[in-house]
């Protein structure tokens, strides 16, 4: 290949010289020179920033051993898959023939002929797999499971410390594969929402795991992976895009608040799919941040480092807009106990109580901790070092792109709840609600989400089950299919509290259902009468012609809340299965296994 | 002009004309439309036959704009007219109303202008159980509304109760037997299997024919002195006679009308006539004769002028009179005297004969409902969980709890004074003698404010009515939002109905006893327009007023405006 300053890490000079020496080289000259480089390299060891000719040497230092790479991920949001990409274009500029996949992809009998295997996965509901994790963390688990003793492998796992089972998938892979003899190329890394960084360290690992196992012979890079992005603007980087509008969907006397945001991508270069979902970085509710400073006497305007690259914020814009004070974990707790004089923190999370501190951190925030377990002689800065960077909040994004150029549209539910004796508002969804006009902006980014897409063909009926928000992908379905013109059959099942004013969207579904654009919708309003019906009421009451729609090859999807509906739904389907296709339990399950597999079965659940 | 061709008038007939003959009297696809959960309204052709179940599909205007934009449909509902013949309740049907406000409708219950319950704010999915739960009350809601007759008004005056106890039976039986045959209503509501065989031959209609009437059809009934029900507004009117205490039969009285439209002079409103007497058990063979002519005759081509007000003035009082005693049979006796002193409510304690007690309310609006500071709809509650008598609704939107034993008139009225309940003493003359239509938020067809606005409006008024010591002085006065006349502004000695929000146009010169309409004395007028004028003709009137002279007659005398002595000429 002609190497250019685009393409190689040399100035047009060098680009220019090896250009003209290299088609010169003999084969034998070429080993000769990578073998040299590759000496005088690992020499001056890491120190060098920059790397050699990426491909030329590894490929011949690597004809010795296996340079095959698999990366398998286990992803619902989309965290997981991205990270996979990333590892594999750096893994490939290291000479590594590199095959990406998800786990629901891989034929789990191909796992005997792999060398070096690495898993990225994230942890959902509480400790499970993700969906496209589920075949493969059962079929490993199982008694099928090969012997791997000549595997070599590493689990990054993306995980939330304020969550219970912290990356439980990721180390029930670890630990598995381990068993099944496969040898580590590296430790396993479990990151908490603030993945980056230590992603980035593990691949590091990995690399020179892969390159000691081939006899130190290749070079290292240190070069930290970088994601293709189509635009400058990503999740490191997010953009600041213009509230266009924001309104609350619905009716007057109504318990619940959802808010319709409207919001410009103009200039961004964003783009984005159905199913897709927006990050948002949020603000912590100025009163909060005002209370927690009064509470620790510290000067608002004290300046404090708010990362590793030494960036700095007034203490007070630090408490807002950088750290996450509206949650507490384990961790923190561990070490904020080292921060305090109290000796309670200790005694709380002394061995044997994890229970009780479990019991803690549900429902309480920063606010709590610092009220309970005082005084803190301790600056500022030093606490500020143990909070969490604030993570971004997620939103399945309701509008097409096609249909709106140059806009996203949201459909956020606030959340409000009061616990022990104070009320708590949601950190993103309050500032939505509350704080947020037309004219303010947010920073945010795409998450593209490959497991939420509607189907190629567009003769294929898809089903859509999304009660209270989780109608906000479905708005984005029925938008790009009117857009495009789509033809086939599909079928909404939405539910909510009340008919009269929480019918989110009504106007536009009945309109697309006028249209033709909707074929069926069926809706569920649990407080409108005696009875209380949910979507998986309707479900069931359809049950004969959904498992038709099912027999015919329609994709259904379900977006929502996680805890309860996306279970109920889930169980809902299997009986429907069951009991229309005259299947035993197993064989439903099955049934939607094999679903999975096709991408016939698909969720975005939170 | 007696030999005056008889004929309906020319024209294609109506959409409403094309829906009644499509829906297999009166089904149409209604039992389809009320199952669909996608949205709570229905089709307009079904809302069409809606009506002779009596019910509306409406939407709370209030809110129309604000949920557009929440991009939810308007907040549909439905209206419920509970007929009850003569007004007349028990306290168990009192608290079966009461507690469906509360369970389906919007927690209020309204007393209408003709003496029915309404209640508002009925979601579809609740619709059955709410019709279900009132028939088992033994009310219904049948031909409440409808190109039908409706719910026949009468007098339910407890001073003379022997006497009103016998007319009303003959109001309650004419309500009833003039009710439609089709079984629909009971098909629909109240799971009754389809009749067997084609309805053609079950359930056609002998009197109303397949296409019903070409428009609703009234009819009232009045006892002298008493003319609260406006006997002269009504289609069919039947005028009690009484002589030495007994009831001797009816004067028959056709052809009255409230309703008109903005701006058409082809339409306006009318009052009976009296056209002859008739003995109580022919009361019935009057009716239908009279109903069977309008089936006829009426206008189905236009409805604005459909009703049997313009059937009679097209044809001629001669003719119609010749054609009914043709149908009938035989011949109507001449007119009996009688004599009317005022056409609204006596509020109160009053003994009636067999030492039977009646407590007239003033009820504002006709509106039953709790407010802060008047737990009125409560108090009512109460009073019906031990009151052994019964409730009648007048045509003034009030109420009388009547037939209330001696021993029980003691606890009744502590009740009464425990809530407050007011006969309105201590309201001036004015707001006892008011009436107000729904309009706003429920009426679809309303262009302002009525029953929401009028008391707010005589808040102002009885500041000039005080400055000119006219407290206890009667001016009945009356206010709807559009000209249909809900609440027969045009035989209020101050009328006014409305023309856009904020804007009425005014009439004057009724007779307090119902029996002139007024004239249009200005035009689309807002509050301070309406006060200043009220200023000025009241120190007048107080002024310059004779002995005993009602505010009606004198803005006559004095020539403020000129006397309507025809429907005809009232827009002259
Ligand atoms: C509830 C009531 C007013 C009240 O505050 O009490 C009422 C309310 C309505 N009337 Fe009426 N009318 C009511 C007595 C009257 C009267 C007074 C009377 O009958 O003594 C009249 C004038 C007399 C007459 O009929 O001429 C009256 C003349 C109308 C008209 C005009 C008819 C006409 O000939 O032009 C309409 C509109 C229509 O029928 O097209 C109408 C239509 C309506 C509707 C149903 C509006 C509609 O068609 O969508 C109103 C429902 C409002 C709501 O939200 O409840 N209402 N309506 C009265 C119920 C009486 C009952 O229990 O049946
Ligand atoms: C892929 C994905 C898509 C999503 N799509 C949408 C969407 O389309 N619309 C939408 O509204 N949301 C969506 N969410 C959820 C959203 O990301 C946020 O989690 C949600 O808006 C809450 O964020 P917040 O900052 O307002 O609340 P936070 O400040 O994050 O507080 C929420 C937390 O408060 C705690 N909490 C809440 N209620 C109680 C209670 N009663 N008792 C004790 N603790 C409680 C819980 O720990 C909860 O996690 C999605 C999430 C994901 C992962
Ligand atoms: C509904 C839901 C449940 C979750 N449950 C857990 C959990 O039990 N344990 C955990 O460590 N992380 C949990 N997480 C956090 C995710 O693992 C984390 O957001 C991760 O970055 C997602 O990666 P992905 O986009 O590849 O799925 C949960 C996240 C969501 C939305
Ligand atoms: S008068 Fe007009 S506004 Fe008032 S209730 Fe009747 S139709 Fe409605």
């Known amino acids: ?606 | 002009m007696v030999n005056k061709t008889l004929n309906a008038p020319e024209g294609l007939p109506s959409d409403v004309e094309r829906i009644k003959e499509e829906s297999n009297y009166l089904r149409g696809t209604l039992k389809e439309t009320m199952l669909d959960r996608i949205s709570s309204g229905i089709s307009d052709d079904d809302n069409r036959l809606m009506k002779f179940h009596g019910s509306y599909l409406q939407d709370d205007r209030d809110l129309r704009n604000e949920r557009q934009k929440q991009k939810l449909e308007p907040a549909y509902q439905f209206m419920l007219r509970v007929r009850t013949p003569g007004g007349v309740s028990t306290s168990e049907q009192w608290l079966v109303m009461d507690e469906l406000a509360q369970k389906y409708g919007n927690g209020t219950l309204k007393l209408t202008t003709r003496q029915a319950f309404q209640m508002h704010g009925i979601l579809k999915w609740n619709m059955k159980k709410t019709i279900q739960e009132i028939h088992a009350s033994l009310l219904d809601t049948i031909a409440a509304c409808g190109d039908v007759n409706r719910n026949v008004m009468c007098n339910p005056n407890p001073d003379q109760s022997d006497i009103h106890s016998e007319v009303f039976k003959w109001s309650k039986q004419l309500s009833d037997d003039l009710l439609p045959r089709t079984r629909a209503y009971h098909e629909l509501w109240l799971d009754e299997e389809k009749v067997a065989g084609t309805p053609e031959i079950d359930e056609s209609e002998p009197m109303y024919g397949p296409l019903y009437l070409p428009r609703k059809f009234k009819i009232g009934v009045a006892v002298p002195p008493s003319n609260d029900v406006d006997i002269y507004s009504q289609d069919l009117g039947f005028i009690a006679i009484v002589e030495d205490e007994k009831l001797v039969g009816f004067n028959v009285a056709i052809g009255g009308g409230m309703g008109m439209s903005h701006g058409d002079k082809e339409t306006y409103p009318q009052l009976a006539k009296v056209i002859g007497f008739c003995k109580p058990e022919q009361v019935y063979d009057v009716a239908e004769k009279i109903i069977t002519i309008q089936r006829d005759y009426g206008n189905r081509s236009e409805r604005k002028n459909a009703r049997f007000k313009y059937t009679v003035d097209r044809l001629g009082l001669e003719t119609v009179m010749a054609e009914l005693e043709k149908r009938l049979g035989w011949n109507l006796d001449e007119a009996k005297s009688y004599h009317f002193d005022h056409n609204g409510d006596r509020y109160g304690w009053v003994k009636g004969i067999k030492g039977k007690w009646h407590f007239t309310l003033f009820v504002q609006g006709g509106r039953i409902t709790d407010l802060n500071d008047y737990k009125l709809m409560t108090g009512l509650r109460e009073i019906a969980k031990i009151h052994t008598g019964d409730f009648r609704l007048t045509a003034n939107q009030n109420l009388v709890i009547a037939n209330v034993t001696s021993q029980k008139k003691k606890k009744i009225n502590e009740l009464i004074e425990q809530y407050g309940l007011t006969d309105g003493k201590h309201y001036s003359a004015i707001r006892r003698s008011s009436l107000a239509c729904v309009s706003l938020p429920t009426c679809g067809l309303a262009m302002a404010e009525a029953e929401r606005y009028l008391p707010v409006l005589i808040d102002k008024i009885d500041e000039i009515i005080d400055e000119n010591g006219l407290r206890d002085e009667e001016i009945t006065i009356r206010m709807t939002g559009c000209p249909n006349s809900c609440a027969r502004p045009i035989l209020g000695e101050i009328g006014f109905i409305g023309k856009a929000p904020g804007k009425y146009n005014m009439y004057l010169g009724a007779a307090f006893d119902g029996s002139r309409l007024s004239k249009m004395y200005r035009e689309n007028i807002g509050e301070a327009e309406i006060l200043s004028e009220l200023r000025v003709l009241l120190s007048n009137f107080a002024k310059e007023r004779k002995e005993g002279e009602h505010f009606g007659d004198f803005v006559i005398r004095t020539e403020v405006i000129k006397a309507v002595t025809d429907g005809t000429n009232f827009h002259d």
């Open chain 1, 1 to 606: 290949m002609q190497l250019q300053v685009m393409n190689s890490p040399f100035n047009q000079e060098q680009a220019e010289l090896l250009n003209r020496l290299l088609p010169t080289l003999t084969e034998s000259q070429k080993v000769w020179l990578s073998g040299y480089i590759a000496a005088t390299q690992s020499a001056s060891a890491i120190s060098t920033q920059e790397a050699p000719v990426a491909s030329l040497p590894a490929e011949s230092a690597v004809q010795t051993i296996s340079k095959e790479v698999t990366i398998l991920y286990g992803s619902q949001t989309g965290n997981a898959q991205r990270l996979a990409d990333n590892a594999g274009k750096s893994l490939e500029g290291q000479g590594f023939e590199v095959t990406v996949a998800s786990m629901s992809d891989f034929k789990p009998n191909n796992l005997k002929k792999l060398h070096n295997l690495l898993i990225i996965v994230s942890t959902h509901g509480e400790g499970d797999p993700p969906d496209n994790a589920l075949s493969f963390h059962e079929f490993l688990h199982g008694r099928r499971a090969p012997k791997l003793d000549d595997l070599r492998f590493s689990v990054l796992s993306l995980g939330d410390s304020s969550y219970e089972f912290f990356c439980q998938t990721g180390k029930e892979f670890d630990q598995r594969l381990e068993e099944l003899g496969g040898k580590r190329l590296n430790e396993r890394v479990d990151c908490d929402l603030d993945f980056d960084e230590p992603a980035t360290e593990w691949l590091e690992g990995v690399i020179s795991g892969l390159k000691e196992a081939q006899g130190g012979s290749a070079t290292v890079s240190s070069k930290t992976p970088q994601a293709a992005v189509e635009s400058e603007y990503s999740r490191t980087n997010p953009f600041k895009a213009e509230v266009l509008e924001n309104l609350n969907l619905n009716g007057r006397g109504s318990n619940k608040e959802t808010r319709h945001l409207e919001l410009s991508l103009e200039g961004s270069g964003l783009t984005y799919e159905p199913g897709d979902s927006l990050g948002i970085y949020p603000e912590n509710d100025p009163a909060l941040v005002e209370m927690l400073l009064q509470e620790l006497k510290w000067d608002p305007d004290e300046i404090v480092k708010v990362n590793k690259q030494g960036d700095v914020r007034s203490l007070k814009e630090a408490l807002t807009s950088q750290f996450e004070i509206t949650v507490l974990t384990k961790p923190l707790l561990q070490q904020a106990a080292e921060l305090t004089a109290n000796t309670k923190l200790k005694a709380l999370l002394s061995a044997g109580n994890e229970d009780k501190v479990k019991e803690y951190v549900n429902g309480r925030d920063l606010l709590d901790l610092v009220r309970d377990y005082g005084p803190w002689s301790v600056s500022a800065q030093e606490f500020v070092g143990i909070l969490r960077k604030m993570p971004a909040r997620l939103y399945s994004i309701a509008s097409s792109l096609a249909a709106n150029p140059d806009e996203v549209h949201l459909t956020i539910g606030a959340v409000r709840y009061n616990t022990h004796g104070r009320d708590r508002d949601g950190v993103c969804s309050i500032l939505c609600s509350e704080r947020l006009q037309a004219g303010d902006t947010l920073p945010i980014y795409i998450q593209h989400n490959q497991n939420f897409k509607l189907p190629q063909n567009p003769d294929t009926p898809i089903i859509m089950v999304g009660p209270g928000t989780g109608i906000a992908p479905f708005r984005s379905f029925m938008q790009e299919r009117e857009e495009m013109g789509v033809e086939g059959k599909s079928w909404m099942f939405f539910g909510d509290q009340h008919f009269v004013t929480d019918f989110l969207y009504q106007t536009e579904w009945q309109k697309w259902l006028k249209d033709g654009v909707l074929t069926k919708m069926d809706v569920a309003f649990s407080r409108d009468t005696d009875e209380k019906v949910y979507v998986q009421t309707r479900m069931q009451e359809h049950s004969k012609e959904l498992f038709e729609w099912l027999e015919e090859g329609a994709v259904i999807y379900i977006c929502g809340d996680e805890k309860h509906m996306a279970h109920d739904v889930h169980n809902t389907l299997i009986e429907i299965i069951e009991q229309e296709g005259s299947m035993s339990r197993e064989k439903a399950e099955s049934y939607i296994a094999t679903m999975q597999q096709e991408k016939r079965y698909q969720r975005d659940v939170y």
